[in-house]
């Protein structure tokens, strides 16, 4: 996926500033490298560990509490570029803005829907997985 960013560049002509829109254009980073490791020991609360097992169980290698600049996220898709969230920091405007800035999918999560139905949030972490894997196709 090709993304497109228009900027405006001042240049001098002669006795003249002339502003100008340029266009510039970036490829979407490929995939990233994840050395594998078994981080189950840093989850901090019982339904992230549920989460973290039923992924790695699915192939996937879960990164928990990975520092984002200055933030942190509490459970990473590294290769995918998801951010699993809890909901409580849903609030925070400036992480959202900037994990999207970085390229991140965030999806958040609620402790009680995870102890009851994990099925619909694997669900939807399997989704935005695919749909990475379809953009790099």
Same mark, same amino acid.
């Given at each position: ?86 909901? @409580? ?10 994990? @999207? ?31 990475? @894997?379809?953009?790099?196709?």
């Amino acid at each position: 996926m090709i993304m497109m960013k228009i900027r405006w560049k001042t240049h001098r002509f002669l006795f003249m500033k002339v502003t100008l829109p340029t266009l510039s254009l970036r490829r979407k980073k490929p995939p990233f490298l994840v050395p594998v490791n078994l981080e189950e020991h840093k989850c901090q609360k019982e339904c992230e560990r549920k989460l973290y097992q039923a992924l790695f169980s699915q192939n996937y290698y879960v990164t928990p509490y990975l520092e984002c600049g200055r933030f942190v996220i509490n459970l990473a898709l590294i290769p995918f570029r998801i951010a699993i969230i809890d909901e @409580k920091q849903a609030g925070n405007e400036k992480l959202e803005k900037a994990l @999207k800035k970085d390229g991140w999918r965030v999806i958040y999560y609620n402790e009680e829907e995870l102890n009851h139905n994990i099925k619909s949030i694997l669900l939807q972490i399997q989704q935005e997985a695919h749909s990475y @894997k379809q953009l790099l196709s």
